[in-house]
């Protein structure tokens, strides 16, 4: 088992940056691959990045890329996401998972935090 707990999210404006974090515990962190996904209202959940094992390959959906930036901390089991540029659009609850594959799907993670409420106002 892994557990997950996001933290860092926020009201901020549009423009603005929020750092999360997803601190896992449990089975070995380093053996997942670690991904953000955001699910707004009424929307299924979106995958946003993930990260690999190693942490040396990273992926990017288009929405985010050249704006968001996904890493990992092995000492501190933790992972993050900085986000910067944020939009109005960028208003979702984020969710980090670990999957023990590498993969975009939702449905392929095993394990996933409680989220974290994100609002970017205009």
């Known amino acids: 088992q892994v557990q ?41 959940r979106e995958f946003v990045a993930r990260i690999s094992t190693s942490g040396g390959s990273t992926y990017y959906a288009d929405s985010v890329k050249g704006r968001f930036t996904i890493s990992r901390d092995y000492a501190k089991n933790t992972a993050y996401l900085q986000m910067n540029s944020l939009k109005p659009e960028d208003t979702a609850v984020y969710y980090c998972g670990a999957a023990s594959r590498w993969t975009s799907r939702a449905d392929q993670y095993n394990y996933w935090g409680q989220g974290t409420q994100v609002t970017v106002s205009s």
Request: hydrophobic fraction near 35%.
């Open 4 to 44: 997950l707990a996001e933290s860092g999210g926020g009201l901020v404006q549009t423009g603005g940056s929020l750092r999360l974090s997803c601190a896992a515990s449990g089975r070995t962190f380093s053996g997942y691959t670690m991904a953000w996904f955001r699910q707004a209202p009424g929307n299924e």
